[in-house]
């Protein structure tokens, strides 16, 4: 029998998201080596977010009872007001619902989180406007990269990319995002 903390939950959690985005257990290790040792099990949710983006799920369509199963609570009309406004649940019919499976976990933390919808979603606009920028010149630096290597050697090179500029990109974002908000408590 063993015991295990929420830090070897969080990263059991990880290897299985990597193992059903398809990477095999040597990518993973890979992948887990290349992460700083000491992330505790907050990080390491990021980093299982941020994997789970690769490959957005489809929207299914749920009951309302399926709904609320789901959240582990209870959904109130201006809760339901909110995650349609955040696109992460659409009302089909009166008990239908078409959810986005890889936002509804993010929705429901935005629900608890005390900013107005306006603030929340001019937060996602901000994101979606520069991390679409970002991707736009780092796929135009990498196709510089491989304009003179044959099709597969792009692939390998993309699969092998995808993990570490995502990975840079949530740490970057994360230190950018630290400092930010430093200077502001600090009144800087």
């Known amino acids: 029998m063993g015991h295990y903390g929420p830090g070897h939950v969080a990263r059991l959690a990880l290897i299985e998201e990597l193992q059903q ?3 095999t257990l040597a990518a993973i290790e890979r992948y887990l080596r290349q992460l700083p040792p000491d992330l505790g099990p907050h990080d390491l949710a990021i980093h299982r977010a941020v994997v789970a983006s690769w490959a957005p799920d489809a929207p299914e369509t749920v009951s309302r009872r399926e709904l609320e199963r789901r959240a ?54 901000v ?10 010149e ?3 630096l990498f196709r510089g990269e491989v304009a003179e290597r044959d099709a597969r050697d792009a692939q390998s090179l993309s ?19 630290r400092e930010e908000l430093s200077e502001w408590l600090n009144g800087s």
């Open 72 to 125: 582990g609570r209870p959904l109130t009309p201006g809760d339901m007001e909110r995650l349609a406004a955040m696109d992460v649940v659409r009302q089909e019919d009166e008990d239908t619902f078409r959810v986005d499976a890889g936002l509804f976990r993010l929705g429901l933390r935005l629900l608890d989180v005390p900013l107005s919808q306006e603030a929340i979603l001019a937060a996602r606009k």
């Open 127 to 136: 994101l979606v406007e520069h991390s679409r920028a970002a991707a736009r």
């Open 159 to 177: 699969a092998h990319m995808h993990p570490l500029v995502v990975q840079a990109l949530l740490s970057t974002f994360q230190r950018s995002l």
């Open 21 to 23: 985005q398809g990477m």
């Open 138 to 140: 780092l796929a135009q």
